[in-house]
């Protein structure tokens, strides 16, 4: 009996990259349902990567948490007109998905299950008569621990990060400086990224006239939401424009599984494991990453996630912020695009969008010379789950 016919995938070991990139405008407006701009953000990609409908045969996708009418599912492969999928699926770890959903069609890709997958994310939180404050406050429900939680008034992700930030500086020692070096770093990034929405020059005295939103956080602490969406081209074939793709050599995951009513240590720790899987499975050491884009929704999370994925001894992070390692011209460059602070806020997107443009060398005023090696690491919920890639533009 002949087998039947299947397309194959990439040999095992064989490169699989980000060979299109694709993204709406970032618009601070109410508008636009996550749907359409997904649609955008798909055929951006597609084009980018000199490819068409026909060429996908994996979908992956999605949206912010919380359960929304018009919230992303899988029958957006029907709404943009994609068929005969040999992957479709939704995948959600929170702000870790962007990650996971790369993960997943590499994986994909190299077991001969799919050849070329779309990975897009699509939000729409700022709706007439509200904020997305409100929008992402009335996610996750009111149950259990989390329902006590809203009736003593901790509603959203803001008051909670903000415990976070209270303990991590006493914990190590620092003080609200540290934070305002992180928002500063990240602006002086976004002044040269014209997708930025928030582009004007900060410094600490502008930081300092900001109003507080909870103690010790700013408004100019917290990330800039935005209705919008963005999409890569995974696959193990390269795309058909000319531009170089960015090869996936290493991907980590780290789930602590924290309990809530733990003390206050449980919210630290943890993710390291994330980030030396991906370096081990690259090949790549710590000192080989030349731009390093974290999911920072607040501004502490930065100063952890550099402590706890190694690049800063701990308790050390505010003073290497302090020292203006991390912004243009420093030693540690983060968060190149302005991150989400002030770049814009689409989830795990934001840092895989600017590591892709780091390494294509697309980044114009922002671009750090010489990249080579790109670190992308997301968070979902309070630092809960970790994911990292590492992507160069050399195949390993």
């Known amino acids: 009996m002949t087998a039947p016919a299947t397309r194959a995938g990439a040999a095992p070991g064989a490169p699989v990259g980000i060979v299109g990139l694709g993204m709406t405008a970032m618009s601070l407006e109410p508008g636009g349902a996550p749907a359409d701009l997904a649609a955008q953000a798909v055929t951006a990609a597609l084009a980018d990567a000199g490819l068409a409908k026909r060429d996908v045969d994996g979908l992956l996708v999605n949206t912010s948490q919380g359960v929304r009418p018009d919230r992303l599912s899988v029958a957006l492969a029907r709404q943009i007109g994609l068929g005969d999928l040999r992957l479709l699926e939704h995948l959600e770890i929170k702000g870790a998905t962007t990650v996971a959903m790369v993960a997943r069609a590499v994986l994909a890709i190299r077991a001969g299950m799919a050849e070329t997958v779309v990975c897009v994310f699509a939000d729409a939180p700022l709706q007439p008569g509200g904020t997305a404050g409100s929008t992402y406050a009335h996610s996750g429900g009111s149950d259990g621990v989390r329902g006590l939680e809203r009736a003593s008034g901790v509603l959203g992700s803001v008051p909670t990060y903000a415990l976070m930030a209270s303990r991590y500086l006493h914990v190590t020692g620092g003080t609200p400086e540290d934070l305002c070096a992180v928002a500063v770093s990240t602006r002086a990034w976004a002044v040269g990224n014209p997708d930025a929405v928030v582009r004007t020059p900060l410094d600490a005295e502008g930081y300092r006239a900001s109003r507080m939103v909870a103690t010790p956080l700013r408004v100019l602490d917290c990330a800039r939401p935005v209705n919008g969406a963005a999409a890569v081209v995974v696959s193990g074939r390269p795309g058909q424009s000319g531009q170089p793709p960015?090869?996936?050599l290493g991907m980590g995951f780290d789930h602590p599984v924290r309990r809530r009513r733990a003390g206050g240590e449980s919210w630290f720790g943890g993710g390291r494991r994330a980030a030396d899987d991906a370096l081990t499975m690259a090949g790549r050491r710590r000192e080989d990453v030349d731009v390093r884009e974290l999911y920072d929704p607040f501004s502490v999370v930065t100063l952890c996630l550099l402590e706890e994925y190694g690049f800063c001894a701990p308790g050390t992070a505010g003073a290497v912020a302090r020292s203006g390692a991390l912004g243009p011209g420093g030693d540690l460059p983060t968060n190149t695009g302005g991150g989400q602070l002030s770049g814009f806020y689409l989830q795990g997107m934001t840092p895989l969008v600017e590591a892709v443009t780091q390494l294509r060398g697309a980044g114009g005023d922002r671009q750090?010379?010489?990249?080579?090696?790109?670190?992308?690491?997301?968070?979902?919920?309070?630092?809960?789950?970790?994911?990292?890639?590492?992507?160069?533009?050399?195949?390993?």
């Open 246 to 248: 960015v090869h996936v």
């Open 368 to 396: 750090v010379p010489g990249v080579t090696t790109a670190f992308v690491g997301g968070i979902g919920g309070r630092i809960d789950h970790h994911a990292a890639l590492v992507l160069d533009r050399e195949a390993a």
